[in-house]
Structures are given as C-alpha cells and as structure tokens.
C-alpha cells in the first residue's frame, strides 16, 4: 500500500492498534513478547496525505516572476494574479515566484480547486493588518524555497479584519499546503501562530525557522515531516495536529529530518490522535525544562499523543517539565536512542507500554517508565527517578507533580503487568525500583536495581506475583518493605538481608570459591540483596561475602569478569527451594 511519496513502510508486527488491549488476559502466565505496534501500522491506520511526486516539479517556462519592490510589486504577467498597492492576490492555477522585500504586504491565494506554487527566492514579507502569506482557497498549495535563498515572514502583534480568528498566524493555510525547497525560510509570528494549515501540512524539505507567540506550527488535519531542518521556538506547543472531529486525523508523523524544538509554555509535540516518528534527529525543551513547574491547567509535556505514539529508528533528547514521552493510550518503542530529563515521568502511557529495542537514557524523573501493561523486550535502559524506577498501575498519570493537568489517580491495586522478556535494564530509584500493582512476568534480560533507603519503599514491590523463569536479577535497597520472586518461579532466587554501606562489595560464590555468580557495588546505602540467575542451582552451596575487592570491569556497580578477593565472608546457603532467605544467623 503505497500512502504517499516518501514514506516508507516497515514490518508489521502481530500486535495491532484494534488488538492491542487483547494481550492484557492473553499471556499473563506465559510472558510472551509482545512487540507492539510499528510506525507503519500508525501511518496506514492515519495517512490521508494530499501528496504527489508531480507537486515538486514543474515546467520553468511557466513561471510568472513577481518582483517586491518595499511598498510596491510588479509582475511578468498579468494571468493568475492581481496587484493591487502591495496585496498581491493570486486567483489561478500556477507557479508564482516571489524576489525582493515587500514592507507592510500580503500575498493572498483565493484560487478555489487550484494547485498553485508559490515559489520564493530571496524574499521578505511583513504584513501590517494580518498574515503575510493568507491561503484562503485552493485544491493544494506548495511553497518552494528556491535553492541557495533566505526568505522572511513576519507579522504583527495584533491583526485587524479577521473572520472568526482567521487568518492567526504568519503563514496561514485554510487548505492543503507542502513546504519544498533547498531554500530556508524564516517565519516570526508575532500574533499568534508561526505556520498553520486548517488542513494537511506536509514538510517535505527546507530549513525552516519559526518564532512564534504561540504554537510554532500546526497542522490541523495531519503535520508530516519527510526531512529538512526544523527549528522552532514558541510560547504554545512546538508541532500540532488537533482535529478532534475525526479519527483517523489529528496526527504527527516524521519520516526523518533535524528538528529543534523549544516550547516555553506548551507541549513540544502535541497530537490530537497519533504520533509516529520513523527517523531524525530530535531535540525539544517543552515547559522551561525538567526545572521549572507549570501551572495545573498547563501541559508542557515534549512528546504527547492522544492515542499511539510509535518511535522507530532516530535520536531524540528531551528536557521537559512534564512528562517527556506521552501517550493517553498505546505507547512503542521499537529502536533509537533516547536521551530524557523529565520533571515527572519519563515515559507514560495509560494502557499499554512496550520497549523492543534502543538506547533510553532517563538522567531525571519522578517516575521512570509508567503504564497499566508494560512490555519490556530489549533495549538498554537507564533510570534515575525521585519516586519509582518502573511503575505498572491503571488509569491516568497520577504520579504528578504539583497537580499537572490530566492526571487522576492510578489504581492501587488491578490486573496489571510487567513483563520482561530482554534487554538491559538498570534503575536508580529514591522511591521503589519497581512497583507493580499487579504481576511480574520475567523471562529473559539483565535487571540491576539500586533501590530505595527508605524502609517506606522496597527494590521490588507487587501486589500478586514475580515469577522468573530467565534473566539475571540483581536488586539491593533497604529492608523494610524487601519482597523476592514468588516461589511459584521456575528460576532460583535468594535474598539477603545485610546492612552496608554504599559502595561496599557484595559478592555470591561457590562454596568451593571455583565459580563467582555475583559481585556488585550498591550506590546506596543498602539492607537488603535479592538475587536471582540461571547459575544458582537447586542443591549447591553457596558463600556470601562483603567488602574486598574485584579487578572485573564495572558497569552500574555490576562486576564482569576479574577476580574478587579479600572480602569478609557473611553467611553460606544451600539452595534447597525456589526463594532461600540468608541472614548473618543463617539460611532459611
């Protein structure tokens, strides 16, 4: 199914958006992976796109070249268009090309069921009454940036005969409009509105620069980046799509590009429906930063889809003052590399989160990852959270900080998951490393946690059950609320319970001293060490040590290879049920 030029499609995976919410009930005890949707199941679920490989070319010959001349403009032809002072009108399919500087003007395109190009090269623009560039009828209209060409649009600060609010920004489309071109273009909406089209809007190429007073630019029906460079400061949301009126509208979509986006009193993406990004290089400051704290009646989140938001392939940094990455429904992310600072959650969705693959880095959170299912494949993931690392509970945020909008309370308990099938996971939490208000499901993966000192909190906590058939496990913290995998897993666990201090050596070997399972360096004061790997074995014997020294390579506190030495033996255990507890008085 080809959607439109330029888009690509990847592999469909099984878990579609209609059947997502299947795999609640469907593996709850056997964990199966579940990859949720891709990016290209978003976009053929959405994509409405008005484009056309004939949009970008056309017959040179054809173009009528309108010179501005400041208070002036003059034209090679008269068919099509209109001067009239410094109101150029266009009424007629066809390609118009813009060179020069006119002051206090405005091209306006009033050419009903028309393609017209607008072709600017080497032009500046400012309107003294309202939008620079007013699109008020058209099939479709593509403004070209002629190679090697800046070009300007600049409003003022309050506009004069409007229609209902309309025109509200510096480019202004009531219908379908492309962006194209090896030109740049700079857009200042003093008014409002830096770019918005009331239908598609389509980037397909440029650098685009966009200050604006509010949102920077906005595609009502669907905003779709193929590739350019894209900067924007604003005092809305950054990226818009917010038709409500149907569901198949109302999207983001990035096929590839640089994007630098700084929202200081919005979102930095907002998407009525979907948001799918494929590739790019992305970087947005949302909210002043993970710093600041908005008003409640604000959301100044960097990412935010009402339903699917589906990351791809790219890199992306968010500094946001609400959550980073935002979904009010399904949440995916399949490859990238993702850089977080978040002055509440890192990434957030209300139903359903999956993790297949990618770098995520989240320097600073409240809570980490958060959703009602969570689905952890692969990836490498690194958390450092003020309250819990991964937190698995149902309904609306509710892990808000200072009263954020949109965020009622998370069930405290509910048939609520986290499976982890894969990856790398290493969390940093002040509050719960993870907390499930439901069940764990580990099949495969490395999980270090270095949990919390408060005996409020635990490294792990749920409510029903951990079983673990695979993976490695290693999570220290106190010792007041200490949970272990249940003793329904088919996997060996121990738990300790020890008090150290941070950065005191921690270490399980064989009782012959032959085979080293474990050496790991809390960052924290710890009370507490559960354990759990496919070498621990029913039947064998096992000695604890403490302090020391280890010449293995370190990576979060977890020693790999070398060889442990000088340590002050604790306790021994035999392994002899799924769950054996050891304290300095023994093993149990």
Known sequence: MYLFAGVFLLAISSCTKEDSDDSSGTDSE???????TTVAEVISANASSFESSSDYTWDSS????????????????????????????????GNYSFTGTLSGGQIIVNADGALVRLILSGASITSST??????????????VLAEGTSNTLTDVSSYSDLDDDEPNAALYSKTDLAIYG???????????????????????????????SDDGIRGKDYLIVESGTINVSCGGDGFKSDNDDDSEDGYIYIEDGTINIVSSGGDGMAAETDVAIASGDITITSGGGSSKTVSSDTSTKGIKAGDNLVIEGNTISINSSDDALHS????????????????????????????????ITISKCYEGIE??????????????????????????DGSSVNGRPGQGSFSSSGNYYLYINGGYIYVNATGDGIDVNGAIVMTAGTVIIDGPTSSSNGALD??????????????????????????????????????KSAGTLFNIQ????????????????????????????????????????????????????GTYSGGTKYASFTVSSVVTSVSSTGSR
């Open 30 to 36: 056997t964990g199966e992976a579940v990859e949720g």
């Open 62 to 93: 054809s173009v009528i070249a309108i010179n501005l001349n400041g208070s002036s403009a003059s034209a090679s032809g008269t068919s099509g268009v209109t001067i009239s002072g410094t109101t150029i009108t266009i009424t007629d399919a």
């Open 130 to 143: 309202n939008a620079p560039v007013f699109i008020k009828k058209a099939e479709k209209v593509i403004l």
């Open 182 to 212: 090896e030109g740049s273009l700079t857009v200042t909406g003093n008014y409002n509105d830096g770019i918005t089209s009331k239908d598609g809007l389509i980037i397909k190429s440029g650098t685009i620069n966009v200050t604006a």
């Open 328 to 359: 009010n429904a399904y949440l995916n992310v399949n490859d990238g590399t993702i850089t977080i600072s978040s002055g509440d959650d890192g990434i957030h969705s209300d139903t359903s989160l999956s993790i297949n693959s990618g770098d």
């Open 371 to 396: 959703s009602a299912l969570l689905y952890i494949n692969g990836g490498n993931i690194s958390i450092v959270s003020s309250d819990d690392g991964i937190n698995g509970a149902g309904g609306n």
């Open 462 to 499: 749920y409510d029903s059950s951990f079983k673990i058939s695979g993976g490695f496990l290693v999570a220290a913290g106190s010792s007041g609320m200490a949970q272990a995998p249940s003793t329904s897993s088919s996997q060996y666990s121990v738990s300790v319970t020890i008090s």
């Open 510 to 561: 064989s009782s012959d001293g032959n085979t080293n399972l474990l050496t790991f360096s809390p960052a924290k004061t710890y009370q507490s060490v559960v354990f759990s790997s496919p070498d621990l074995t029913k039947g064998s014997s096992y000695n604890i040590y403490y302090g020391g020294s280890c010449t293995g390579t370190e990576t979060n506190g977890l020693y790999d290879g």
